[in-house]
């Protein structure tokens, strides 16, 4: 879990209606994304850097038990709580689910994604390949994306890059990202984070297609679109 950085400059958070990544509100259910990669990959800034581009997606903020970084903000980068809060909050089912990453507690509050979908808004979950195993059991619909890092090189550059962490913490979460890519084949997408920008795109054009699913279309489709069609004659001639 790194710590995110603000969405860059140039990056519209109130797009035009007629932008590419906007979509009609009437096509299709909200979804729910899980969005995983190895620590250092990208995932919660790509996460935040999609969410601030339209409207129609939130990006839903984990609990957690672990100590804020610097510059990290209480309700922004995480919902920080003691253990003891965390534990209740866990006995009352109020997580959709839970991990523990290098001694920490994270979870997912089900109050979230609740409220995003009586919204009627897609919502992302950045969660660990754990997690994202108990939030498919959950029976939610959802589809999932790994972000994968250009190549293991690259990653031990970026962990190390960042400052936050002690060697010995860098070579833990090395072994773990071995771990995990080794299981990429449960996921439904992989996305290679080479290049910031272009990687978000890519991320924020896989959430826009699968509105566009015909499994998804099918109420719209009956319900609403082909009675526009209904009790019209041909043009005669």
């Keep these: 879990m790194n710590k995110t950085p603000r969405p860059s400059p140039g990056v519209p958070t109130h797009p035009p209606e007629n932008a590419w990544f906007s979509i009609p509100p009437d096509l299709g259910r909200p979804l729910l994304y899980i969005i995983s990669a190895p620590s250092g990959a990208g995932k919660t800034s790509l996460c935040r850097r999609v969410s601030s581009m339209v409207d129609w997606i939130t990006y839903s903020i984990s609990y957690t038990t672990r100590a804020p970084r610097p510059g990290e903000l209480d309700g922004i980068d995480y919902f920080f709580v003691s253990p003891n809060v965390f534990e209740s909050m866990k006995e009352h089912g109020e997580f959709l689910e839970t991990a523990e990453v290098y001694g920490n507690q994270y979870g997912t509050a089900r109050r979230q994604i609740d409220a995003s979908f009586a919204a009627g808004k897609d919502v992302l979950v950045d969660i660990d390949i754990q997690g994202a195993r108990t939030m498919r059991a959950s029976g939610i619909p959802s589809l999932s994306v790994y972000i994968l890092p250009p190549s293991y090189e690259i990653l031990r550059e970026r962990l190390s890059g960042r400052g936050q962490d002690s060697p010995?913490?860098?070579?833990?979460?090395?072994?773990?990202?071995?771990?995990?890519?080794?299981?990429?084949?449960?996921y439904d997408y992989l996305l290679i984070?080479?290049?910031?920008?272009?990687?978000?795109?890519?991320?924020?054009?896989?959430?826009r297609a699968e509105h566009y699913r015909k499994s998804g279309l099918t109420d719209y489709m009956e319900k609403t679109f082909l009675k526009g069609f209904s009790g019209d004659t041909l043009p005669s001639g």
């Design 168 to 186: 010995e913490t860098i070579k833990k979460r090395l072994e773990r990202a071995k771990n995990e890519i080794i299981s990429y084949n449960e």
């Design 193 to 207: 984070n080479r290049e910031f920008d272009h990687a978000a795109h890519d991320l924020l054009a896989i959430i």
